[in-house]
């Protein structure tokens, strides 16, 4: 059996003091490296990482507001130029680009923040136990005139019971958002379908679409920033390639997973499954402020 004995080791500047867990191996001589010494290393590491996702972030976000102001303010002036030529079918046309410009732009300064958010760890607000019932009957409300719009089925069926699941409301919104609008945007005719249901200690929210689906070789890059699949391009529909990119991270960070099945020009099930919350007191859930600070609470629930 290897043996191994703390020796004391006399480093540059350490007037005597020992390296706490040097040791020396006696087979082969070799002195371990202190693993005090590396942790303090990658914990200094960690927190120079920390304060430069920081400050990324705090950057991030004044980028978006310098964004997000002047889109807004042209939308308000498209509003007026309306009100001011209300029969100009001409002038109605070019303001309905611009609208159309300007709300593409917005979409894409509040992906780039979501995702952003998401990936600096950063609490979307408050974590709580929500029911995904109440919340996804919820975010769907709005989007049952838009597929009726296109001439689309949508359906969502939910659970009567309440099912609750640890995390910020806005980060479960974004996440229904982003799969319910995509499948709308993305199919032409036929149906979107919304379930909930619980599968053991989880929660299952799954989105199916009879749309444009993705191709088999580019399946595995769907959740990476900025990728749109190639039939979406030719389609010419606008989209950031943020939106499920978010989703992903949104999803990790609640300790859950988020599954795709597609097939071209059939369609897509997108599969979010999130860990359920049961018998424990509501101070204690709101103790945390984001899924990824509660993993002690989440492991306790297990």
């Known amino acids: 059996m290897q043996e191994y004995h703390v020796l004391p080791v006399n480093p540059v500047g350490t007037d005597g003091a020992f390296l706490w867990g040097a040791s020396w191996d006696k087979k082969n001589g070799h002195q371990k490296i202190s693993s ?8 200094r590491e960690l927190e120079d990482l920390e304060r430069a996702q920081q400050v990324q972030m705090q950057s991030m976000v004044r980028l978006v507001h310098e964004l997000r102001s002047p889109a807004a303010a042209s939308k308000s002036m498209v509003a007026t130029l309306r009100y001011l030529e209300p029969h100009d079918t001409r002038l109605d046309k070019l303001l309905a ?13 509040n992906d780039i923040l979501d995702l952003s958010q998401a990936k600096a760890k950063r609490p979307l607000g408050q974590a709580t136990a929500l029911d995904l019932v109440e919340e996804t009957r919820a975010v769907c409300q709005p989007y049952l005139e838009d597929a009726a719009a296109k ?10 019971s ?141």
């Not at 005090?36 to 914990?43: C, D, I, P, Q, V």
């Open 97 to 109: 680009r611009i609208e159309g410009r300007m709300d593409h732009l917005l979409d894409l300064v």
């Open 151 to 160: 001439g689309l089925t949508m359906d969502v069926e939910l659970p009567e």
């Open 162 to 302: 309440p099912m609750r699941v640890l995390m910020p409301e806005r980060a479960y919104h974004l996440i229904v958002s982003n799969l319910v609008s995509n499948a709308i945007k993305y199919t032409s005719a036929g149906s979107v379908r919304v379930t909930l249901r619980r599968e053991g200690p989880h929660a299952v929210l799954t989105v199916q679409d009879t749309g444009i689906g993705i191709p088999s070789s580019e399946i595995c890059h769907l959740f990476t920033e900025f990728f749109r699949a190639s039939n979406v391009r030719a389609g010419c529909t606008p989209g950031t390639g943020l939106g499920l990119a978010a989703v992903k991270a949104l999803v990790e960070d609640c300790h859950g997973e988020v599954a795709l099945q597609s097939r071209e020009n059939q369609g897509s099930r997108f599969r979010v499954r999130l860990p359920l919350v049961q018998g424990i007191g509501s101070s204690l859930l709101a103790a945390g402020e984001c899924c990824g600070q509660v993993a002690a609470v989440d492991a306790f629930l297990q």
């Open 36 to 43: 005090m010494a590396a942790f303090t290393s990658r914990r």
